[in-house]
């Protein structure tokens, strides 16, 4: 997307998470080295920073032009103390590699950590073509165990989505899991037909929402930063208009907040008024782009160096880097990207008192809202369908308690006292549908993981360094469970 671009000398992406590992692994080592018990302590965080497994598949492919190609893949499998695997980034791109496969997987056990929860390489090629190869790939993995409800659920990530979930499902049912009732469960971000969850679209843009409002309404953090609590009124910058991004845009949007400044690939729009979500979602519908869109004008320099309050980089990894981290002029950085800030600029910013919500936390509404669905393939039910009826019913008796109890102390000689339900509480008395539970569910998880992470922080005495905090909670959780079950052989 407009905005930065890493330069010859910056780490790669598996290099970068690696480096951001280690900063919390050495906290920890340096905790046991005083209790006693260091050699144990390595293997187990040496055993936590290795990828468990890796596959790397290659077939042939016939174009329809006629013309042969030989498609490559890889899937990553970073940790296996929790089963099934989960995060399951599938991704068609052009510039990816097994270290960049298992980079992703590295994060994707630390963010499914952190939230709790359980734990490809192609040219553009036509819809028929992109078909074709999902469903060959997807056999590979099931013939190597890569994929199955138990073992590894799979999710979207850049240039797939419900199409190819659907996809993948259908080839693992009809296939190697035929004969297991629960093959729904192998892959999330499904269409809703075909066993998929109601907010899961914008689970991620809303994890982001969550994440930035759990720390803008810190007083004690905003302090530090020199920034007045709260979202109303706060500009934001965002590079990247994709589903996330827009979804992201809408919720602050929703909260009072004002997005300035979007960066696409094509260019970028600016207007110190705000931007309204919709209306720049509409225009980008119709003419594919978001340039000349009204009431905005072009802006030709970085996005990421617009002034604001809170800079959202959400298109791809090592966009802020030790070359543009000393121009950029945001309070708060929400990495709703992956690795989107190198070790480098990590740095800079806490030298700069810029308060950086990191992505193993602030993204993982995706993966959050994954494990809901996932429990729902398992459960073959839909949330709220078994206890709506109940809760309906007992929200009027409860009304009815109420009015007779008053009628009894007051006498029924004075009339009936109707009780009549606030237009919220008939909204609730109506009952939750799925996507109310699946919010619900949502923001208690970022509600709880954050208040962990800022503990740890406090613990460690990090201050600003919250992606040392929550890499810290992760490994916490996952050595935990290495150093209570052991190794098997």
């Given at each position: 997307?407009?905005?930065?671009?890493?330069?010859?000398?910056?780490?790669?992406?598996?290099?970068?998470?690696?480096?951001?590992?280690?900063?919390?692994?050495?906290?920890?080592?340096?905790?046991?080295?005083?209790?006693?018990?260091?050699?144990?302590?390595?293997?187990?965080?040496?055993?936590?920073?290795?990828?468990?497994?890796?596959?790397?598949?290659?077939?042939?492919?016939?174009?329809?032009?006629?013309?042969?190609?030989?498609?490559?893949?890889?899937?990553?499998?970073?940790?296996?103390?929790?089963?099934?695997?989960?995060?399951?980034?599938?991704?068609?791109?052009?510039?990816?590699?097994?270290?960049?496969?298992?980079?992703?997987?590295?994060?994707?056990?630390?963010?499914?950590?952190?939230?709790?929860?359980?734990?490809?390489?192609?040219?553009?090629?036509?819809?028929?073509?992109?078909?074709?190869?999902?469903?060959?790939?997807?056999?590979?993995?099931?013939?190597?165990?890569?994929?199955?409800?138990?073992?590894?659920?799979?999710?979207?990530?850049?240039?797939?989505?419900?199409?190819?979930?659907?996809?993948?499902?259908?080839?693992?049912?009809?296939?190697?899991?035929?004969?297991?009732?629960?093959?729904?469960?192998?892959?999330?971000?499904?269409?809703?037909?075909?066993?998929?969850?109601?907010?899961?679209?914008?689970?991620?843009?809303?994890?982001?929402?969550?994440?930035?409002?759990?720390?803008?309404?810190?007083?004690?953090?905003?302090?530090?930063?020199?920034?007045?609590?709260?979202?109303?009124?706060?500009?934001?910058?965002?590079?990247?208009?994709?589903?996330?991004?827009?979804?992201?845009?809408?919720?602050?949007?929703?909260?009072?907040?004002?997005?300035?400044?979007?960066?696409?690939?094509?260019?970028?729009?600016?207007?110190?008024?705000?931007?309204?979500?919709?209306?720049?979602?509409?225009?980008?519908?119709?003419?594919?782009?978001?340039?000349?869109?009204?009431?905005?004008?072009?802006?030709?320099?970085?996005?990421?160096?617009?002034?604001?309050?809170?800079?959202?980089?959400?298109?791809?990894?090592?966009?802020?880097?030790?070359?543009?981290?000393?121009?950029?002029?945001?309070?708060?950085?929400?990495?709703?990207?992956?690795?989107?800030?190198?070790?480098?600029?990590?740095?800079?910013f806490l030298q700069r008192n810029i308060l950086v919500i990191p992505d193993v936390y602030v993204n993982a509404g995706g993966v959050t809202v994954s494990f809901f669905e996932w429990l729902k393939n398992l459960n073959h039910v839909s949330y709220?369908?078994?206890?709506?009826?109940?809760?309906?019913?007992?929200?009027?008796?409860?009304?009815?308690?109420?009015?007779?109890?008053?009628?009894?102390?007051?006498?029924?000689?004075?009339?009936?006292?109707?009780?009549?339900?606030?237009?919220?509480?008939?909204?609730?008395?109506?009952?939750?549908?799925?996507?109310?539970?699946?919010?619900?569910?949502?923001?208690?998880?970022?509600?709880?993981?954050?208040?962990?992470?800022?503990?740890?922080?406090?613990?460690?005495?990090?201050?600003?360094?919250?992606?040392?905090?929550?890499?810290?909670?992760?490994?916490?959780?996952?050595?935990?469970?290495?150093?209570?079950?052991?190794?098997?052989?």
């Amino acid at each position: 997307c407009q905005g930065g671009r890493a330069g010859h000398n910056d780490p790669g992406l598996l290099a970068m998470v690696e480096a951001f590992y280690g900063r919390a692994a050495a906290m920890i080592e340096a905790g046991a080295a005083q209790r006693g018990g260091l050699p144990w302590v390595r293997v187990i965080l040496e055993t936590i920073r290795r990828c468990s497994h890796v596959l790397e598949v290659a077939f042939p492919l016939r174009r329809d032009s006629g013309a042969w190609e030989v498609v490559r893949g890889w899937r990553a499998q970073h940790s296996q103390h929790r089963l099934p695997c989960k995060g399951g980034k599938v991704r068609f791109s052009s510039s990816m590699g097994a270290d960049e496969v298992k980079a992703l997987a590295a994060l994707m056990t630390y963010k499914c950590a952190i939230v709790g929860k359980y734990k490809r390489n192609v040219k553009r090629v036509e819809t028929w073509e992109l078909e074709k190869i999902t469903r060959h790939f997807t056999v590979e993995m099931a013939k190597k165990g890569f994929i199955g409800p138990g073992i590894d659920v799979l999710a979207p990530d850049v240039s797939t989505g419900e199409r190819e979930m659907s996809w993948i499902a259908d080839t693992y049912t009809h296939t190697l899991g035929y004969r297991d009732i629960n093959t729904q469960a192998c892959v999330t971000g499904k269409p809703i037909s075909q066993g998929g969850i109601h907010g899961q679209c914008s689970a991620t843009g809303r994890g982001v929402l969550h994440g930035i409002e759990s720390y803008i309404t810190n007083t004690d953090y905003m302090d530090c930063i020199g920034l007045s609590p709260g979202l109303p009124g706060k500009t934001f910058v965002l590079q990247g208009f994709g589903k996330m991004g827009l979804h992201t845009m809408r919720y602050l949007h929703e909260y009072g907040a004002h997005c300035i400044c979007v960066g696409e690939t094509d260019g970028a729009i600016y207007n110190p008024r705000g931007i309204d979500p919709k209306e720049l979602e509409d225009y980008e519908q119709g003419h594919g782009t978001i340039v000349g869109f009204p009431k905005t004008e072009s802006y030709n320099g970085s996005v990421l160096e617009v002034p604001c309050d809170i800079l959202i980089p959400a298109a791809i990894e090592k966009q802020l880097t030790g070359e543009n981290a000393p121009r950029v002029q945001a309070k708060i950085i929400a990495e709703a990207a992956d690795g989107p800030t190198t070790p480098a600029a990590h740095e800079i910013f806490l030298q700069r008192n810029i308060l950086v919500i990191p992505d193993v936390y602030v993204n993982a509404g995706g993966v959050t809202v994954s494990f809901f669905e996932w429990l729902k393939n398992l459960n073959h039910v839909s949330y709220g369908c078994l206890s709506f009826k109940y809760e309906w019913d007992s929200s009027y008796h409860l009304l009815q308690s109420v009015q007779h109890s008053l009628e009894q102390w007051f006498g029924k000689s004075r009339g009936e006292i109707p009780i009549i339900p606030s237009p919220q509480f008939q909204a609730r008395v109506t009952g939750a549908s799925e996507k109310d539970i699946v919010y619900s569910g949502l923001a208690y998880t970022m509600e709880q993981s954050v208040k962990q992470i800022m503990t740890m922080a406090a613990r460690y005495n990090l201050g600003l360094d919250q992606r040392t905090a929550a890499y810290l909670c992760a490994l916490e959780k996952v050595f935990t469970v290495y150093n209570e079950a052991g190794f098997t052989y």
